[in-house]
């Protein structure tokens, strides 16, 4: 199986600031990434997919990048509703993985 | 609009059986594979099973390989899981999602439609 590694596990922000979490595969993936939004007792939202390609409706403050093994997620001017857990996934292989989450809390 | 509504979670004892119900509208359900993707309380994301289109493709994680059964009627729009042997390891809150691209015969997938989720707990 594929182990995704996500940091930092968890950050804290202020509105305004870009982030960027990276996600580390153990093994190249071929751009088959994406990006998930869970806010607290909800359903994750896609917000990313094929590394960098926006889920539409998506605010294109979030961007994508990176290959082979390494991702990147970056939200270039966090906004209130921003502050939620993010998960990288990766779909090159069966069973697909997840990482293990990144808090973004309020500063 | 498109939605999916899970149900048939509850509290049942180990080694019990429990069948898992998500349906599907909004889209065309048969031209999309569909998975189960799970989350214990307070933990992460773990996919479960997907099922392709046509169901020619399906996959199961180890964790549940041999007990856990994914299933289609394409004529309901309707996804299943039929989770046998249920253990305390199994207690969780189980999405059903959609397949970001369409007519994959893979199940190796983005999920970009996600269910409300319904809880399954396994307790004596």
């Known amino acids: 199986d594929i182990q995704m590694t996500q940091s930092p596990s968890s950050l804290s922000a202020s509105v305004g600031d870009r982030v960027t979490i990276t996600c580390r595969a153990s093994?190249?993936?071929?751009?088959?990434l994406a990006w998930y939004q869970q806010k607290p007792g909800k359903a994750p939202k896609l917000l990313l997919y094929?590394?960098?390609r926006l889920e539409s409706g998506v605010p294109s403050r979030f961007s994508g990048s990176g290959s082979g093994t390494d991702y990147t997620l970056t939200i270039s001017s966090l906004q209130p509703e921003d502050f939620a857990t993010y998960y990288c996934?990766?779909?090159?292989?069966?069973?697909?993985?997840f990482g293990q989450g990144t808090k973004v809390e309020i500063k | 609009e498109v939605q999916l509504v899970e149900s048939g979670g509850g509290l049942v004892q180990p080694g019990r059986s429990l069948r898992l119900s998500c349906a599907a509208s909004?889209?065309?359900?048969?031209?999309?594979?569909m998975h189960w993707v799970r989350q214990a309380p307070g933990k992460g994301l773990e996919w479960v099973s997907g099922?392709?289109?046509?169901?020619?493709?399906?996959g199961y994680a180890d964790s549940v390989k041999g007990r856990f059964t994914i299933s289609r009627d394409n004529a309901k729009n309707s996804l299943y899981l039929q989770m046998n042997s249920l253990r305390a390891e199994d207690t969780a809150l189980y999405y059903c999602?959609?397949?970001?691209?369409?007519?994959?015969?893979?199940?190796?997938?983005?999920?970009?439609?996600w269910g409300q989720g319904t809880m399954v707990t396994v307790s004596s």
């Open positions: 099922i392709s289109w046509n169901s020619g493709s399906i």
């Open positions: 094929a590394a960098s």
């Open positions: 996934q990766q779909y090159y292989s069966t069973p697909q993985t």
């Open positions: 093994q190249g993936i071929s751009n088959s």
């Open positions: 909004g889209f065309t359900f048969d031209d999309y594979a």
């Open positions: 999602a959609k397949a970001e691209a369409p007519i994959a015969d893979s199940v190796s997938d983005a999920f970009d439609i």
